[in-house]
């Protein structure tokens, strides 16, 4: 507060009026979808940003290994760089927007930026996921502040609701679709009644999924995410080891039809439950009623259904990728830190008051879920007794069988689905119901949530 | 930073380490329903509440006129006042929460915390919607700070979303779901095709709406959130005199009914657009298509689905009303206040940088919109030829006619969909064609949103 400055505003802002004379420098690593996204916000709504820190900004290096490509955005050529280590030198610079991805330079970059005593923003969910305690840890050490809102669910507030909107709760439970390339081709599988290969190929088509979609489709990027909304949740830094993960390759337009026919649509979700003094971290397929608020999130968008003991349900939605909405949350967490860089103190990251080894991650064999079974059994007399008989020994009941095709003495589906029972137990009846002579394939589990 | 406090933990979470020594010394005013689930939340989760704010809280006032009542909580009988002033005036006390509502004492109660120095904290959407200018002077007068998360769909952190979250963003516009009362009385009226009155019966009997329904149910509550949230899109603060507002008393099951035969569902919506130079605010029934996210906003839940130039579409769910959904907003502010306070510094409250002189609000005459038209006409041969003859010459094409009833020489319900139209055009026509021989009743218009 100790000066004020006024900028003619051209609109629609009034002139601004900065309560700090202190210009905010940025240095943006990585120039590629996300960044050039950052650069075009920062351009089209600078005023506004601005106003929102109460400080000017200056986007000082923009730096990446192509400074060549037409990116369809104009910057000064003097800002251009290829020495991501000048950004991160350079005194001038208050804050450090890593948007490069991966685990190798970006965690150089963002260890230096912090030691150097710069404020750091990534979008950077794999390396939070993967080396989150190192890097909350420097953090820690430096006093610094990093903000990573850009890191899960694109332009969705969702780190900022866990962390602050929703303070005051004790979260119960979380349920993502917080991968929008799997959500996709669920959805067309879905709608169009495809394959799960054609509905890839139109994800890859549109640039929903990459040549190589493991990620995305084995649900890693959603466990990533996973993995820092639960440690959000529970203040403890989690590691990828304590997460259960499973993709959606195995499920066929058949199961979405069957599904459906039971009144559910198939996600991809990551969950996470608290209860009885342990945590839940699963990704995978999950059966939904069709009249549960996340059954209607379509297409590549993302959201997460968080419910707190104070607050109860909530939903958040929105666009989880791209170059825009990414951005969005990226410079959302600008205005975080450049108002307390403006305001001459530093923005306490007080999220990870928990050490890890005080929050006990329940072993996937332990969880209970009510489960949909699709057995592909030949069709003759005593095969349905046959394998309720090996579900009854281990106490799973069914509470609905479905069998539409029938062939007689061929291979056909055969859908249960049972009522809450423990995953060990299933998985036991399933290993001996698939060596049964009248069992052809391994049998298709989906876990079912309500 | 002047001292470590370590208090033992009894968990979930670790022993926390404050990062000041500073009390936070809280003021309560207002008992009530939200009261009490404030006083329940800070009891229930006081610990991790410190964690956050990185302080220790003290509860040092519950006033209210009453209290003598039991609420089913307990407090310490040396807190209770029923001098409201006293708190005000009590020079430790840091933060005023106000929860009495109403635009009287309420008013006097936050402009004399104000200037004595204390932050406030308000769930009053009322009194900010009625008297914002004054408010929001008086907090910038004296560098205070006030917080109101819980003034707008209670427990969502949706003024949060637009302040920080989306705060990169132009916003384009804004629908909601912002009054459960009605939110439950439409959905009543359409799952299980009861009349309005009924509907309305059960929402009284659940204790969804007061014996008096009519800031409910005539769309002021709803106005009152939507001026909040728009003054939060724009930057400026609007009056209630700025907002179009119509309610849903004229809504029958038959209209519901008709509506879904065109596939669309009807929800009492705020809307906020910002297109061409001018905003447009508005509360009133509306036909959304059953696709649309908001039409699985069921019960008395609310949402709002806000548009941004960067981020496009998000939306934001959850209970807007109640007990400990909006204590859970409440103390959310508590935990942003208070960690402003521990670390020494205001929390700036820059939201409303812009003059309300220097934003057009469309009237709203000028908007336009589809419409859903229900005549009630004769059922005599020539009747439509009247009517989209007086249509056709105020420029009103119709896309979809939908006659159910016929009863030869009767009056009957005809309905019709238009395509985009002038709202000056619509009622132009409307009036020429209600006083029509063959029209018995006014007509009922409902606006229509994709």
Request: proline share 3%; aromatic share 6%.
């Amino acid at each position: 507060m100790n000066g004020v400055q006024v900028v003619g505003g051209s609109n629609p802002l009034a002139p601004t009026i900065f309560m700090s004379m202190k210009t905010i420098t940025i240095g943006l690593i990585g120039f590629g979808t996300i960044g050039k996204g950052v650069v075009k916000t920062l351009q089209a709504n600078k005023e506004l940003v601005e106003t929102r820190i109460g400080a000017p900004i200056q986007l000082k290096w923009v730096a990446d290994l192509d400074i060549t490509s037409d990116r369809g955005v104009k910057v000064d050529p003097s800002v251009l760089t290829t020495d991501a280590m000048q950004v991160v030198n350079d005194p001038d610079v208050d804050v450090v927007i890593e948007l490069i991805g991966g685990c190798g330079v970006a965690k150089h970059i963002i260890l230096s930026a912090l030691r150097n005593g710069k404020s750091v923003i990534t979008a950077n969910k794999a390396l939070l996921a993967e080396h989150g305690n190192e890097i909350f840890s420097a953090v820690q050490a430096v006093n610094g502040m990093i903000a990573y809102e850009a890191s899960v669910c694109g332009g969705i507030p969702v780190i900022k609701a866990l962390r602050e909107g929703l303070v005051a709760n004790n979260i119960q439970s979380m349920y993502g679709i917080i991968n929008g390339t799997a959500n996709y081709i669920l959805t067309k599988m879905t709608q169009d009644g495809i394959s799960y290969e054609e509905a890839l190929k139109q994800a890859q088509s549109l640039g929903y999924a990459e040549a190589d979609p493991t990620l995305d489709v084995e649900g890693i990027d959603a466990a990533h995410k996973l993995l820092i909304l639960g440690s959000l949740a529970t203040g403890a830094i989690f590691e990828m080891r304590d997460i259960y993960i499973e993709g959606i390759r195995n499920i066929t337009d058949k199961d979405i039809q069957y599904a459906a026919e039971f009144g559910y649509g198939v996600k991809l979700l990551g969950i996470y439950k608290q209860q009885a003094g342990s945590v839940e971290l699963r990704v995978h397929p999950t059966l939904l009623p069709e009249s549960h608020l996340l059954s209607s999130v379509m297409d590549a968008y993302n959201a997460v259904f968080i419910t707190g003991d104070i607050v109860g349900h909530t939903m958040y939605y929105g666009r989880g990728a791209g170059e825009l909405p990414t951005a969005s949350a990226v410079v959302a967490d600008l205005v975080d830190i450049g108002r307390s860089i403006a305001n001459g103190k530093g923005r306490h990251n007080n999220e990870f008051t928990r050490d890890r080894s005080s929050v006990v991650v329940r072993d996937m064999n332990a969880i209970e879920s009510r489960y949909y079974l699709r057995f592909s059994v030949i069709d003759i007399p005593g095969v349905l007794g046959q394998i309720t008989g090996v579900l009854g020994k281990y106490r799973i009941s069914i509470s609905d069988v479905y069998q539409k095709e029938r062939r007689k003495g061929e291979f056909v589906p055969l859908v249960m689905i049972t009522h809450h029972a423990k995953e060990q137990g299933v998985r036991a009846a399933l290993n001996e119901i698939d060596q049964l002579d009248v069992v052809k394939d391994k049998t298709l589990l989906i876990r079912m949530e309500d």
